[in-house]
């Protein structure tokens, strides 16, 4: 049974920062790409940032281009979002995915976390 379990979301001053990570069980991390996508209320859900299973590629979303980071650890088995500079419409749920499928679109992920809050204050 695969698990993705987030953590480190919380509440934050704009202008700070968060670190997210993902843990994942019943998979073989290192074959898998991984995303992070976001979804705050009354929004469709947003594209973050990717890596790539292979070659270390990532890219990201336009709105968090260059305030965000995307890592990952195969040994550990956990994926990790870094997000600087936060701003309060960076408020929403952070979700990480896993897939085969090289991709931003949320779809062609295969497996979902629960999510995990993210709450900037002006």
């Known amino acids: 049974q695969v698990q993705l379990v987030e953590s480190g979301g919380g509440l934050v001053q704009a202008g700070g920062s968060l670190r997210l990570s993902c843990a994942a069980s019943g998979l073989t991390f290192s074959n898998f790409n991984l995303g992070w996508f976001r979804q705050a209320p009354g929004k469709e859900r947003e594209f973050v940032a990717a890596?790539?299973?292979?070659?270390?590629?990532?890219f990201y979303g336009e709105s968090v281009k260059g305030r965000a980071t995307i890592s990952r650890d195969n040994g550990k088995n956990t994926v990790y979002l870094q997000m600087n500079s936060l701003k309060p419409e960076d408020t929403a749920v952070y979700s990480c995915?896993?897939?085969?499928?090289?991709?931003?679109?949320?779809?062609?992920?295969?497996?979902w976390g629960q999510g995990t809050q993210v709450t900037v204050s002006s």
């Open positions: 995915a896993a897939g085969t499928i090289w991709s931003r679109s949320g779809v062609l992920y295969d497996y």
């Open positions: 890596s790539r299973s292979i070659g270390g590629e990532t």
